[in-house]
């Protein structure tokens, strides 16, 4: 059977052989809940990118429209910033265009999950297209923690919870101390998903920068269930 195993922080990929395996990237708040929001509104495909210069240089490389956060702001002199509402509101036209995208943390634990097998995106919005994919893989799952800086964030550690719940029947999901864990956080959190995160470093961070609507947003559970974000060759493409 295979089994599901949660990386708590990218600084801790060293100690995982993604080789053969799923890696689920996920960034609830927000880069990989935006990815899926643009994916699901009519963005073409997604580079993501761990530095500005190259966020900038590949934007014009490819006539894209540039997407940029740091420290949760928008980084001065891009299209977007990390908001999901920057896919929605059509302040910026999205529909058929690709997108660079280069944020704090998520899009870093993309690039460094690249020597799975598959690399999907997940979050909250699209929890059922992750399962129905790992699934139809039947290999082990890694779930990859953006986290903050390298530290852990209970938001991505309390969605690997919900998908090791989900994958239950089908995978171990109880062979991995992290798994567990996480599933333990995730029976606490589920009656009250937003008021539990409440609590976290990075809620209270969006907030003090007026983004607690960006927050409830990412929370949606399956608000784009067939919505899956996947790696191919250089870039983020719908399965
Ligand atoms: O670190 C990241 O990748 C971001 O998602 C952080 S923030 O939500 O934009 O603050």
New binding site residues.
């Given amino acids: 059977m295979p089994s599901v195993d949660i990386c708590f922080s990218p600084e801790l990929l060293p100690l995982y052989d993604l080789r053969g395996r799923v890696a689920v990237v996920v960034?609830i708040?927000?880069?990989t809940s935006s990815i899926v929001t643009a994916l699901a509104n009519g963005v073409t495909h997604i580079f993501p990118v761990a530095e500005l210069a190259e966020c900038q240089a590949l934007g014009q490389q490819h006539g894209c429209l540039t997407a940029a956060?740091r420290?949760?702001r928008q980084a001065e002199g891009f299209d977007l910033g990390?908001s999901p509402f920057g896919y929605l509101d059509g302040v910026v036209p999205v529909q058929g265009r690709a997108v660079v995208i280069s944020?704090?943390?998520?899009?870093q634990a993309l690039r460094r999950s690249l020597t799975a097998d598959a690399v999907v995106v997940g979050a909250f919005l699209n929890l059922q297209a992750v399962a129905d994919f790992a699934r139809a893989q039947q290999k082990d799952v890694v779930v990859v923690c953006?986290g903050?800086k390298g530290k852990f964030c209970l938001e991505d550690t309390v969605f690997g919870g919900a998908l090791a719940e989900r994958l239950a029947q089908d995978f171990d999901v109880s062979s991995s101390d992290a798994t567990l864990a996480a599933l333990h956080l995730w029976q606490q959190a589920k009656a009250d998903l937003n008021g539990y995160l409440l609590q976290s470093s990075?809620v209270r961070?969006?907030n003090s920068l007026e983004a607690n609507k960006d927050f409830e947003f990412c929370l949606k559970t399956d608000e784009y269930p067939g919505v899956l974000p996947v790696w191919r060759e250089d870039r983020l493409v719908l399965a």
Avoid at 103 to 107: F, L, P
């Fill in positions: 960034d708040l927000r880069a956060e420290d949760g990390n944020t704090t943390n998520g899009t953006a903050w990075h961070r969006l």
